[in-house]
């Protein structure tokens, strides 16, 4: 699209419209938009054109459209978390990313749907009503950032920015046949990003190839004052990178590490399949396979669960009913704020993010907190220690992103410890802060559903990544005959065969 653009063989208003006409035509079935700014984003296409027109230099993105998943604030549009609590909310700034879009030239289509607070696995646990899987109308899109994954699988967006605190980009990314990046904590700035888990959270970029993550991952990076744990490095080649990788496809002498503890037991044989068939295709392009053992990922799941809620405990206590947001007045006893407070929150806020408030807050408790947010602090240094001893054996390591293919809606709704299950492969790098970049492996046999690849480098290592997820893809894609996205199923036939009212949302 860059290139039809810089060649003046399409506009941007022209790009523009046909992903707004195919949003307003397929986004009743799919709901992956919280709001759509069709008159901002075609009024940017509009200054693009003219400025392309003109002469003047542009951004090798400028002119092709962007969708924001909307827990990373917007000047003019609506920034709600998925949570009543924020429900209308317009900020009054911009975060650190969506600067940089503008400043580049990129129409922002609108806000896309997450879990509430980016809590969940499934974008289940949205106030304003499921993302479905454009894979299968009936099954989720993962979670949190199940509705940016969405819009990019359904050609709603070519790009989207989602944030990965355990896995929120990676997973929805690997069960709907996308590619999604975490990039290695503090290369992207989080300022701006409503914070959950503030040592977890990373914005990174969603996308239908790994180039095209490169190029969003670029635009994106770098430092900013503003946000404290924001690294100093420069921004890599990515997308260099990623196109040289691309045309020759090589991982002659590339040790892979394969790890012992992601895979095995409760992992779906069609995704173990793909993995291993990927394993196969990098082994006869000439790369190294090594098994290396991580101990202590076994217990980073537990961990996680109790580092992320008292975080999650820490950053929502904000939201109080007083400052900005929904407000709810008791209807019995005295108008005290402790009372305004405990209305406002218990209205506000939906069940998971309610059982992960109480839970943060018990770990975090007098007598409680050294046996548990302590002691996960100490695994999670384990994991960081795991990574190291792993990365000496080989210089990237690969899993499987998720242990199962889309599951359908509902099915884990009531079983939350099921639901976090889903996150077992993915949340060793955000405990440790590496980057970890999720494509692609095929479709599943026994249910035809996308399955997904996991690569992890060490931190500040973004551009190994890019590499290799690049040369897996070429040789996955000329496996297949063509990119995998092109199997998936007609959603204006789809879309006959399902509600086409929203189930929420501002359009």
């Known amino acids: 699209m860059a290139e039809k653009l810089a060649a003046g063989e399409i506009t941007s208003v022209e790009l523009t419209q046909a992903h707004l006409d195919r949003i307003a035509a397929v986004d009743g079935a799919v709901h992956a938009f919280l709001h759509v700014n069709a008159e901002e984003a075609l009024a940017v ?98 979670g949190s950032g199940g509705g940016s994954a969405a819009a990019v699988a359904a050609f709603e967006a070519p790009l989207a920015l989602g944030t990965d605190t355990g896995g929120s980009i990676r997973q929805p990314a690997a069960v709907t046949g996308t590619v999604g990046v975490k990039p290695t904590y503090g290369g992207v700035s989080r ?20 180039e095209d993550a490169a190029l969003l991952h670029e635009l994106i990076g770098g430092h900013d004052p503003r946000d404290s744990t924001s690294l100093a490095d420069p921004v890599a080649a990515f997308a260099a990178a990623a196109s040289a990788a691309a045309v020759d496809g090589s991982v002659e002498g590339l040790r892979i590490g394969v790890v012992t503890e992601l895979q095995g037991e409760g992992y779906q044989a069609g995704v173990l399949d793909r993995f291993h068939e990927s394993l196969d295709l990098l082994r006869e392009a000439g790369a190294e396979i090594v098994e290396v053992s991580c101990p202590h990922f076994q217990y980073a799941l537990g961990a996680y669960y109790l580092i992320m809620p008292s975080e999650v405990s820490s950053n929502l206590a904000k939201f109080d009913g007083v400052r900005y947001g929904l407000r709810t007045l008791p209807t019995e006893g ?68 998720a242990p199962t293919t889309a599951f359908r809606l509902g099915e884990k709704t009531d079983d939350p410890l099921a639901m976090y299950l889903n996150d077992v492969a993915t949340i060793p790098a955000n405990l440790a802060g590496v980057p970890g970049l999720s494509l692609p492996s095929g479709l599943a046999t026994e249910d035809g559903l996308p399955a997904g690849i996991q690569l992890l480098a060490p931190a500040r290592e973004d551009e190994r990544l890019y590499r290799a997820g690049a040369a897996l893809e070429r040789l996955l894609v000329r496996r297949w005959g063509g990119p995998l996205l092109e199997k998936a199923p007609d959603l204006l036939s789809a879309r006959d065969d399902a509600s086409l009212t929203t189930t929420g949302g501002e359009k």
């Open 334 to 401: 005295p108008m005290t704020i402790e009372r305004v407070m405990a209305a406002t929150r218990a209205a506000g806020f939906g069940d998971e993010a309610k059982r992960r408030i109480i839970l943060g807050t018990y770990a975090l408790s007098a007598g409680y907190y050294d046996a548990y947010y302590g002691s996960a602090q100490k695994v999670r240094t384990l994991v960081q220690r795991d990574f190291d001893a792993a990365f000496e054996q080989a210089d990237i390591l690969i899993s499987p992103t």
């Open 45 to 142: 296409a509009a200054e693009v054109d003219a400025a392309r027109a003109a002469g003047e230099s542009m951004h090798r993105l400028a002119g092709v459209p962007i969708a924001i998943k909307d827990l990373i604030v917007t000047v003019g549009q609506p920034t709600t978390a998925g949570s009543r609590i924020l429900e209308g909310w317009m900020s009054p700034y911009d975060a650190t990313v969506v600067e940089k879009i503008r400043a580049a030239k990129l129409p922002i289509l609108g806000k896309t749907n997450l879990d509430e607070f980016a809590m969940g696995s499934s974008t289940e646990h949205s106030a304003f009503g499921d993302t479905h899987n454009p894979w299968d109308l009936d099954r989720i899109p993962g």
């Open 191 to 210: 300022y701006g990003a409503i914070a959950m888990a503030s040592s977890l959270d990373q914005i990174g970029p969603v996308a239908r190839t790994v």
